[in-house]
């Protein structure tokens, strides 16, 4: 008889991202309601996203715990919890801590960011070193317009090229650096402790399609993480800005769920019987 499906004890969280232009309050009632495992708090301009004491009413009244906090590293939140880059991540760290979450999502720095991309390697490292929360860096791509190219993060935006104790992969992003997302994985090695799962067709702008809906490994890549028993989260960062309504957006990350618990599971190979 054949051996029965392995599940991975990784769990599949909703990024407060997916459900935007609705609120973080939203992505909780959604993630409940669908049947995710949790959700990681992308950090950004919404106020109840930068209030700790809100998050965690909203995680005790859905049951839905926080398994991850996105640092503000975006453009639109360079004033997120004040513009020195290092008190953003001093501060994500004591959010992780006290929503009981794991990881903090950081990407690398902007190139125009110049004092924080010199230390920024290093300076990881010292903050890993002082709590149990990892630190996983994340994938960025060039910024593309027409043909020209620009490297917009330092020190690299392919993070393998540095020492960081933790990656988190985003396949939307290998999608619009047009890089091997497998390759990606298999240099992070043992130091993949987080998924952003997206998909995307190499357009030069980050799509963030729901997981096969574009040209990215998305099935491939959940196999192989069932397969070495990946213990990280998996989370589900997709755009449903074009939704036409709430209902359509919630059958989108309904959809998404599926497609990952589908393949976040592996039947081990068995012999072929002898004859």
């Given at each position: 008889m054949a051996e029965p499906v392995r599940i991975p004890t990784a769990k599949v969280a909703l990024s407060t991202a997916s459900v935007?232009?609705?609120s973080?309050?939203?992505a909780f009632e959604i993630a409940a309601r669908l049947g995710y495992d949790g959700v990681e708090v992308m950090v950004w301009t919404d106020p109840v996203s930068q209030d700790i004491d809100a998050?965690?009413?909203l995680s005790d009244t859905h049951g839905?715990?926080?398994l991850a906090v996105h640092a503000p590293c975006l453009l639109i939140t360079q004033?997120?919890?004040?513009t020195d880059p290092w008190t953003k991540l001093q501060r994500a760290r004591s959010a992780a801590e006290r929503l009981g979450a794991s990881t903090v999502v950081v990407h690398p720095p902007f190139r125009w960011q110049r004092q924080y991309a010199r230390d920024f390697v290093s300076g990881i490292a010292r903050m890993a070193d002082e709590t149990d929360v990892r630190f996983a860096?994340?994938?960025?791509?060039?910024?593309?317009?027409r043909d020209r190219e620009m490297l917009a993060y330092a020190p690299e935006w392919d993070v393998t090229k540095d020492d960081y104790r933790h990656f988190t992969v985003d396949l939307s992003h290998t999608a619009t650096a047009r890089t091997d997302a497998l390759e990606?994985?298999?240099?992070?090695?043992?130091?993949?402790?987080?998924?952003?799962?997206?998909?995307?067709n190499g357009s030069a702008k980050d799509e963030h399609l729901v997981p096969g809906r574009g040209s990215q490994p998305c099935a491939e890549l959940l196999e192989r993480l069932a397969a070495s028993s990946f213990d990280g989260h998996v989370v589900i960062e997709v755009n449903t800005r074009r939704a036409m309504s709430s209902a359509e957006r919630e059958a989108d990350l309904a959809e998404a769920l599926a497609f990952t618990r589908l393949h976040l599971a592996t039947a081990p190979t068995t012999p072929a019987p002898r004859r």
């Amino acid at each position: 008889m054949a051996e029965p499906v392995r599940i991975p004890t990784a769990k599949v969280a909703l990024s407060t991202a997916s459900v935007y232009p609705e609120s973080t309050a939203t992505a909780f009632e959604i993630a409940a309601r669908l049947g995710y495992d949790g959700v990681e708090v992308m950090v950004w301009t919404d106020p109840v996203s930068q209030d700790i004491d809100a998050l965690r009413r909203l995680s005790d009244t859905h049951g839905i715990p926080v398994l991850a906090v996105h640092a503000p590293c975006l453009l639109i939140t360079q004033r997120v919890w004040s513009t020195d880059p290092w008190t953003k991540l001093q501060r994500a760290r004591s959010a992780a801590e006290r929503l009981g979450a794991s990881t903090v999502v950081v990407h690398p720095p902007f190139r125009w960011q110049r004092q924080y991309a010199r230390d920024f390697v290093s300076g990881i490292a010292r903050m890993a070193d002082e709590t149990d929360v990892r630190f996983a860096v994340e994938n960025m791509y060039p910024w593309r317009y027409r043909d020209r190219e620009m490297l917009a993060y330092a020190p690299e935006w392919d993070v393998t090229k540095d020492d960081y104790r933790h990656f988190t992969v985003d396949l939307s992003h290998t999608a619009t650096a047009r890089t091997d997302a497998l390759e990606m994985v298999d240099r992070m090695g043992d130091r993949l402790a987080h998924v952003h799962l997206a998909d995307g067709n190499g357009s030069a702008k980050d799509e963030h399609l729901v997981p096969g809906r574009g040209s990215q490994p998305c099935a491939e890549l959940l196999e192989r993480l069932a397969a070495s028993s990946f213990d990280g989260h998996v989370v589900i960062e997709v755009n449903t800005r074009r939704a036409m309504s709430s209902a359509e957006r919630e059958a989108d990350l309904a959809e998404a769920l599926a497609f990952t618990r589908l393949h976040l599971a592996t039947a081990p190979t068995t012999p072929a019987p002898r004859r």
